[in-house]
């Protein structure tokens, strides 16, 4: 068996690797982040319909809105949170009620909804999505959002929310 030899080479090098690995931040632990709250988009309340009933699926589908919802602070997942959603359809206008409906998130904060085709309204591919605080006990603020999808010929949209507790 070799007998490790200390030469002055071995020191500086171990020296800078320990200095590197320092400087690097992997000898510190890991320590949580704090989850910045999702804030209301402009424009995002437009032709909202308090109270839009939970629903299967609004109008044929063919479109899916997705998503989960977390809170604010520690990320956790939020069950049984009531999501609405609308948006300018194949099938109807944003103002149509046929147009809006709800759906609630699952035990790991996630929600989907099926709806028809997303069309441009204002030249724009876009979704309206809430979680409105009064038609719910959850003890959160309400969030309005209306992303803009990439492209007309999308087939799904994807969401997330992190609420801030009220």
């Known amino acids: 068996m070799t007998k490790p030899t200390l030469t002055r080479r071995t020191i500086l090098s171990a020296t800078g ?7 690097s931040g992997l000898a ?3 320590r949580a982040q704090s989850l910045a709250p999702t804030q209301t988009m402009r424009g995002g309340a437009n032709n909202y319909r308090p109270g839009a009933p ?7 589908g ?3 809105t997705t998503g989960n919802v ?10 049984g949170r009531r999501i609405q959603v609308w948006a300018h359809t194949t099938e109807g206008h944003e103002r149509d009620a046929r147009s809006h409906g709800a759906t609630l998130t699952d035990a790991d904060g ?3 909804i099926e709806m028809p085709q997303i069309v441009p309204a ?4 876009h979704g309206h999505l809430a979680y409105d605080a009064d038609y719910d006990d959850g003890g959160f603020e309400t969030v309005f959002l209306r992303p803009i999808m990439g492209s007309a010929s999308d087939t799904s949209l994807q ?8």
């Open 54 to 60: 939970v629903v299967e699926r609004i109008g044929g």
């Open 17 to 23: 690797t320990a200095f590197a690995i320092g400087a």
């Open 28 to 30: 510190v632990p890991a």
């Open 159 to 166: 969401v997330e929310f992190v609420l801030r507790p009220a």
């Open 62 to 64: 063919g479109f899916w």
């Open 122 to 125: 204002f030249g724009q591919p």
């Open 70 to 79: 977390r809170r604010a602070g520690d990320g956790a997942p939020l069950a």
């Open 110 to 112: 996630m929600f989907r």
